[in-house]
């Protein structure tokens, strides 16, 4: 089967690989049906994941159908269509029985496809632990609909759900890319008084106002004039989707005080935070690797109409021209969001 492979830093390549086999008796086979390339990806190329395996075949955001399954697995059977999740959870020890997922003790526990272990931008994928990094994707929802909730989408669930989001708050996104999208796709459903976007990007400020035509989607130089126009001195809940220093510091300075800030983002480098000119805000400082295990509720929200970021899709490419979607996507041409792969 065709698979893109992590080579060496700068360096994937679309190789030939053998279709992978049921190792135990949790795994399952999928057949990749559609797939995505996540940013987190480009951190692997540019050499800025040190866990990503040298060999690996990259990608953890796609969708399929059940191939096989071991003999322990009970939730799905082949057949099924389903949406991979971006995490391998045993599901059994003490992190996964409270929701921790991202920390799992199981040495392929977290983020492993596509990092650890070989990954879906491929024509087949092995998905450890299929009871629980599988979720059957319901009748009616697409392909493109499911695309992302094992991942992007889920990692905008999350953020909302840790941010404690109530009716009435004002949340502030602070980057309008796909992370971005996907959280104030989630943080609308706790019927905000005001969602704010900002976001630099001009396409991308057109993109979410078209999204959400609700949110309030500035630009970084308005932050101040809308930060003078909230009553308690800034945002009740920070989501902070951006990923760089500027954004980092943004999401501290425009949180009211005792607001909840959530880094959703995930950086290149070290970030600092200056305690003495945060001091007196009393923040809630929440951030990390998403714990997806949220799949089966997101799916049922898009089965309802309440969730929709497909069109986040902007651009497909087949699995054989993979190389030229990643120069595009790497490069925000063309008005990109994300791409789609299809085997």
Known sequence: MLAYTYVDNGRFELRDKPVPSVLGPRDAVVKVTLASICTSDLHILRGAIPRAVKGITVGHEMVGVVERVGSAVTHVVPGDR????????CGECW????GYVNNCTDR???WSLGCRID???AEYVRVPFA?????KIPDGVSDERALFVGDVLATGYWAVKISEQEEGDCVLIIGGGPVGVCAAACARLKKPSRLIICEKNAGRRKFAARMFPEAEVVCPEDMPRVISSMPRGGADRVLECGGNRKTFEMAWK???PNACVVIAALYEGAQSLPLPEMYGKNLTLKFGGVDGCDCAEILRLISENKIDVSPL?????PLSDIARAYELFASGRDGVMKVAIRP
Do not use: K, P, S, W
């Not at 899709?313 to 490419?317: E, K, L, N, S």
């Open 131 to 135: 009871d629980t990094g599988l979720t």
């Open 82 to 89: 389903v949406c991979v999740n971006v995490e391998t959870f």
């Open 119 to 121: 990954g879906g931008q």
């Open 254 to 256: 425009y949180a009211r």
């Open 108 to 110: 392929h526990g977290g």
């Open 95 to 98: 992190f996964c029985r409270r």
């Open 313 to 317: 899709i902007t651009h497909t490419f």
